[in-house]
DNA sequence: AAACAGGACGAACGATCGTGCGTATTGTTG
DNA sequence: CAACAATACGCACGATCGTTCGTCCTGTTT
């Protein structure tokens, strides 16, 4: 490894922990309430720093969706796919989302439960990376939900439908137990069996 | 009605009318997404005067918290006591409820799932009374699922577990429609009819 | 050795924010 | 009539925001 690469990992690393930090920041204060002088003091550098490496705020706002995105596959999607595919990897999908809500990785919980709703009703590139992120994940839920249902499990309801109710419930779990609603996951819990029973 | 009812009369319309233009805007950028002098502006009036009304932007975000929940109850709950208490009034509920998300009265949607989810990892008064909203609507709902289930309907389930299941549905239509999912609305309408058949 | 590019910084900008002060207005109450 | 409380306003404040500029440092390329 020469000393290019180092140094073009090093501008690289930088970006990703302040993104890193800007989607734990995110999960809690919103993508709205991210500021490059809160990630320079929080991280120690200076503001001026984090604005050169991002631009403008809208690309370090985009660099957080990322960021959080990279996480959610890493800590949810890739243990799955240890299991094989069809309702084994469904389930595993479930229960590591489940785990990822239970003991947050991110401070403010699921990020894309609450960049999906803060960005609902607004237009432009973040609310269009938050929704590319959304379709993604209900892609890769009925992909797996479909190859379930090709091994005899699921067969009397909608791929589609049978995604939307996971994620709903799930969703609902998360901010049902960030409000102290204790119930809330063992609820959401029971909810998900039965629908994949 | 003498001049005094008048006088109070017009400072408590002029709390309400910024109140619900808050509740509105709030729908959309959130309640920490406030400004008073945004309110101001789009109400022609002074940033202090707006200020002498409310005090604090804390007092203001309360204010629309209130204002959210009575619209809410104008279009939702109290149309359902026109239904018999139980099955009906609980259908009433919901269907009331698409309607409300399906034909948006605020212009971001239903404001309890954008305040709830935007709050759900702070603290303060403000989260309290978003988190009060929602136990009070929870409350709701079971009360009638309870009746529902004296008149012989959802006798196998838990009351607490349908609220939270028709709960998360209807937040979830509400944000899948706001993202652009066409299908989104008739998705939930057929969970939630197979969840009360 | 010289020219170059990218990272990191301090400093400053215009804008907007919430808040407080002083004041004029208005209708009520002593 | 006088004292009063509640609006409503203009104005200014300190703080924070995103962004831009100039500069220094460092490692790469010619």
Redesign the pocket.
């Known amino acids: 490894m020469?000393?290019?690469?180092?140094?073009?990992v090093?501008?690289?690393r930088?970006?990703a922990t302040i993104a890193r930090h800007a989607a734990d920041v995110a999960s809690v204060e919103g993508l709205t309430g991210?500021?490059?002088?809160?990630l320079?003091?929080d991280l120690?550098?200076?503001?001026?720093?984090?604005?050169?490496?991002?631009?403008?705020?809208?690309?370090?706002q985009l660099a957080a969706v990322q960021s959080a995105r990279d996480v959610f596959i890493e800590h949810v999607v890739k243990p799955a796919f240890a299991e094989p595919g069809g309702m084994p990897r469904l389930k595993g999908f479930v229960d590591n989302w489940f785990a990822y809500i239970e003991e947050p990785v991110l401070a403010g919980g699921c990020f894309r439960v609450a960049t999906t709703v803060e960005f609902d009703s607004r237009t432009g590139p973040v609310r269009d990376a938050v929704d590319a992120d959304r379709r993604d994940w209900f892609a890769l839920l009925e992909k797996e939900i479909r190859r379930a249902q090709g091994q005899g499990h699921l067969e009397t309801r909608d791929a589609h439908t049978v995604a939307f109710a996971l994620d709903a419930i799930v969703a609902a779990a998360n901010t049902g137990a960030r409000m102290g609603d204790q119930s809330a996951i063992p609820t959401a819990r029971a909810i998900v069996d039965g629908l994949l029973a």
Chains 1, 2 share one sequence.
């Not at 020469?2 to 073009?8: C, E, G, I, V, W």
């Not at 120690?44 to 370090?60: D, M, P, Q, W, Y």
């Open positions: 020469n000393t290019s690469d180092q140094r073009l090093k501008g690289a930088a970006r991210l500021s490059l002088g809160r320079a003091a120690g550098l200076s503001k001026s720093g984090v604005a050169t490496l991002f631009g403008t705020k809208e690309n370090l």
